[in-house]
């Protein structure tokens, strides 16, 4: 930082001094100025000392001093005071002095956005409100000067002292009471203006002034995106009213609307200054009037009322099947809904969806939903639920037949039944789901011997379910050998197999029939392998030897999964470890019956209910047979309140 000095000059037998450029007097020990950091005032306080010692010397010395770079950075951190107030609110707080105003009080300077209009409104203590024109001028980096004629104390002059760019001290000064002044703190107000009002609730309290509206109570101010409004008196003796309004953002903090009233008249301007993004004070004007009002706003906005983007639909089912009703809609949260029957109110069915279970034929009928907000309720469509009394049994008429095949041939199986429809099935191996077999008919492709057994499949509708008898498959061994064995231009030996898909097999090489050794092994792919023995180029001569097939390993639960007791509410798990030739498949099965989806070795049920007590098992399968898991007993006891 470099500190310059001025000059020194003596008149008359006397000496001037003059000031550097900091504005202090030479001579004179300055004071820290605000926002300066104060180790500052040392060194300043040195700088002046020299300078008196250098007076004291000679009166008549006229010099300039070189200007002295110091070594240490002095940092200035002057906040910064607006160009303009353009209509923001500014709060303050009487510290000290008693006039112009009481000697103590909070109050509110309401600066118009488009005249020098301004209003005072009283937030506490004794100070009456009251009107005037003002004028604002920066008079610094961190100083302001608000010049103001108020209708009640005369000519008014506050000089402002930015701390914060938002808030500071001031000393207010009257012309018309010479020597009377006060001092205090003030904040200007900061909060966003929103660029637009159409849709927003304005809630208007009155808190100072006869004109245009009543000298107390509340109104609603209701703008829409047309440019109309609606004013609803809330309290006090207003008159309801409507009109056209304009609303300008003036600046980043405040808003000016300009709107014709059907009672009051035109040239009505709210200038809105805003303390929060929804909160603020309002200074309301007439053009070519002398007369004012002040007041305290908040806005919101309005909820959307719910609409029904999906109606529920119809349905026909047959009796004791389970049906689910269920309605998509958007709207301000939180939305609340209440299904109906031909309609009454459902008790208790107060969610989005709607499911029956086990339904008789009493309850078809007609099922709608109302869902409802803030802003209001809309019914949805009826949807109608048609239950049809239990069909026919299913019947088979035609038994899967038994087969015996060689390894390697595909298989069919197949099934006729008769009763109502829709006719469901499921075919099973060794008493055991199949996953997918949901057809009529079982195609097996390429079997092998491991998929020997007893094949049955259910056939059910509504009304039934009916086993059919079981249809042996027996698969008989692909003889395996030596296809061909060939010398190749290399020296080496390709060696053509034939095999049963999916089996181990592995080959061994001698030169003597006595000494073998293990040239490697495979898993069959399809029923001709060839593999190739590159050593045999040593050999003039060379005997081959196939082993096999051996089969996968089936799986073996060795850890069984556990019985638990639980609470409505809880998450409840279970788990199964198996070995055995990969991949592992499971799947879950509640009171017998699998559960869709839950083919892990872990089953996760989040939040349970009492209607998920029961039994639970898992079936362990890969190609090589299934095993199943011991029960595992679930209890789930009512939750707390």
Known sequence: MVL?????????????????????????LPVAQVGQPSRDAPRRNEHHLLRMKRLLLSRHLSFIAAAVSLAVPVFWA?????????????????????????????????PSGVDSVYALVPISGSIAASIGTHTYSKTGADTARLSMVDSGAGGLTANCT????????????????????????????????????????????????EFPFATWGSYRFLPTASGTYNLIILSGTGQNSSGTYSYSQNSAYTGVVSFNDSIVGQGLTYQLSFDTPTTGTV???????????????????????????????SQTVSVGANVTFSVNVSGTAPLSYQWQRNGANLTGETNST?????????????YAVVVSNAAGSVPSLPATLTVNPVGVAPSITTQPKGQTVSAGSSVTFSVSATGTAPLNYQWQKNGVNIVGATNSILALNAVTSDQAGNYTVIVSNAASSVPSQAAVLSVTARSSRFQSIRMLGDGSAELTLEVETGRSYSID?????????????????????????????????????????????????????????????????????????LPLSYQWRHNGVDLAGKTGAALTLARVVRGQAGNYTVVVRNSAGSVVSDIAALTVEPGGN
């Open 4 to 28: 310059a000095v001025g000059e020194l000059g003596c008149v008359d037998g006397g000496c001037g001094i003059s000031a550097d450029e900091d504005g202090f007097p030479y001579g004179q």
């Open 78 to 110: 002057h906040a910064q005071s607006p160009t303009v107030i353009q209509g923001r609110t500014i709060q303050l707080t009487i510290a000290s002095g008693t006039s112009p105003f009481a000697s103590s009080g909070v109050y509110r300077f309401l």
């Open 162 to 209: 930015f701390n914060t760019p938002s808030s500071g001290t001031y000393t207010l000064t009257s012309t018309a009471s010479p020597g009377g002044s006060q001092a205090g703190t003030f904040v200007l107000y900061a909060g966003a203006s929103p660029t637009s009002l159409a849709g927003i609730t304005v809630i208007v309290t009155i808190t100072s002034g």
């Open 283 to 313: 200074f309301l004007h007439k053009s070519g009037s002398t007369g004012y009002q002040t007041g305290v706003f908040s806005m919101t906005t309005p909820a959307v009322p719910p609409s029904i983007t999906t109606n529920p639909l």
């Open 354 to 366: 709607l499911t029956l279970r086990t339904v008789a034929s009493s309850q078809a009928g007609s």
């Open 509 to 581: 090489a001698s030169t003597d029939l006595k000494n073998w050794s293990e040239l490697g092994g495979f898993l069959s792919t399809d029923t001709v392998r060839k593999e190739l023995d590159t050593s045999a180029k040593a050999s003039v001569r060379r005997y081959y030897r196939l082993r096999g097939p051996s089969g996968p390993t089936a799986p073996t639960i060795t850890r069984q999964p556990q019985s638990q007791d639980a609470t409505a509410g809880d998450t409840v798990t279970f788990t199964v470890e198996a070995t055995g030739t």
